[in-house]
DNA sequence: AGTTGACCTAGAGCCGCCTCTAGGGGCTAG
DNA sequence: CTAGCCCCTAGAGGCGGCTCTAGGTCAACT
């Protein structure tokens, strides 16, 4: 049991405990990998499995904070090329992420006003069934 | 010019005129007319162009911020049933913009956290850009 | 030897939400 | 009268982002 498990040193995952660490489908995983958001090409195991290691484990994350706040694919690739051609480039990356912070910080106002009227429907209606109630208790 | 402006009174808008304002597309009003997304019938012209009244441009105001925050369309829809069917369902309005409502807390503190460390990158990334900068400096 | 289970590839399919096309009507200005 | 514009319906198409299928490999338990 708990079977190619390498055991030492340089852990070496699978993609099934990638997803779980990620929580990235098995699927998103190999989808993501054909569309370049990998900073290093991942190894294989005689067999042809993929073998992750920590460290694209951490970039994934970062992909998913990145996803998760509405960064478009295309972008994360973008950035995910900076990234894999190494030191150099930190001003392009500035840009990349400037860009998204803002959007960002966009979205988030945005939520916020949403957020504003949705609470205000949300105390009215909550004054309209208290009252409802009060005039069925007389 | 100025076409079909009846003047005064009730002052019956066209799709264009409801697009402009809503931000929505022509082709969007018309299809979240077929998704039921309108608390009350459109009128018709003779000639079968829609009549809206000033209450359709605030009802799809209203949905625009639901969309704006996530809302999905078939919630849209179920609220607007509800509008829809008159007074008396004010409890089950407030469940579904209570649920609303919290969903959109959540999406609100995702969302800060990934500025967080959004936030974080750019600051990495300034430094680098600006230690480089001194580097060509010396 | 057979079964299980995690993995592989290539490519099709799906969901949400529009967006666009085809084909047509009708008013108004020039 | 015709050019331009806005409108109509029904239905196809597109995009982003996965998700799933088919058909297969391989290693490990029973």
Redesign the pocket.
Known sequence: ?L??MPDSAAPGL????V?ERTGL????L???EREGILAHPVRRE?????VYAERDVEWLSVCVVL?ASGM???DIRAYTDLVRQGPGNEEQRLVLMRRHQERVQEQMARLSESYDLISYKVRVYEDRVEQAGEAHAC
Chains 1, 2 share one sequence.
């Open positions: 049991m079977a190619r699978t993609i099934g405990q997803a489908s098995v699927h998103a190999r989808f993501y005689a067999g042809g499995r993929r996803r478009p694919l295309p």
